[in-house]
């Protein structure tokens, strides 16, 4: 029976490897994506996501180094971590709400912004889910909070998404800093709960 459970627990620290590396894989492709895509349309929404594809890798990179070791103390390194990515990220968002809502900054459309994060959206929500599921599985705190790092991460896509189609669309320029300050307020609410636990 313990052969047999250790063969499950190395199944899943490979899918959760497999996670990751998909996960940093993908957010070095979009910094790239985002840069230009953001000097093009002058988008300050664009820029600012591509910030966020880099706490993304930061925190992938906490997790691939916390599965690659063991001990109650390096899962709380890591989700210490993990902690300071989520206020990172909750301090960008305030900040860059507010100066783009304040300057009443009005980009130009952008059809390669749109179609990354939308791509984006899409794979950050199958990622999430992916490892929720294999942290549950693993009962791995830190794979499950870095999972919902990457869900922000995919409501935070598609909050730039629909910023820059009703931009495009609509001449709705505000919308995108508004679901910004949404989404701080639940980076907030998750750096508590982490330093919390």
Do not use: C
């Not at 899943?12 to 590396?21: Q, T």
């Not at 998909?22 to 988008?43: C, D, K, M, P």
């Not at 890798?57 to 599965?67: D, F, N």
């Not at 900054?105 to 912004?113: D, F, K, L």
């Amino acid at each position: 029976m313990a052969f047999a459970d250790e063969a499950v627990r190395r199944r899943l620290l490979r899918r959760g490897f497999a996670l990751e590396y998909l996960t940093l894989g993908w957010n070095v492709v979009g910094i790239v994506v985002l840069a230009i895509a953001a000097i093009a349309a002058r988008s300050a929404a664009l820029a600012g996501f591509g910030l966020d594809s880099l706490i993304e890798i930061g925190a992938s990179v906490v997790v691939v180094w916390e599965l690659s070791g063991t001990g109650g103390d390096r899962q709380r390194r890591a989700l210490r971590m993990i902690g300071v990515a989520f206020a990172l990220l909750a301090a960008y968002l305030l900040a860059q709400s507010s100066v783009v809502l304040l300057a009443g900054y009005h980009p130009r459309h952008s059809p390669a912004g749109i179609g990354w994060t939308a791509a984006t959206t899409i794979a950050m929500l199958g990622l999430a889910a992916g490892k929720a599921r294999t942290g549950a599985a693993l009962d791995n705190p830190v794979l499950r909070t870095e999972g919902r790092v990457t869900l922000i991460d995919g409501v935070l896509a598609a909050a730039v998404l629909a910023g820059l189609v009703l931009n495009a669309t609509q001449g709705w320029w505000w919308a995108d800093p508004l679901a910004g300050y949404v989404l701080a307020g639940y980076a907030g609410v998750e750096v508590r709960a982490i330093f919390r636990s």
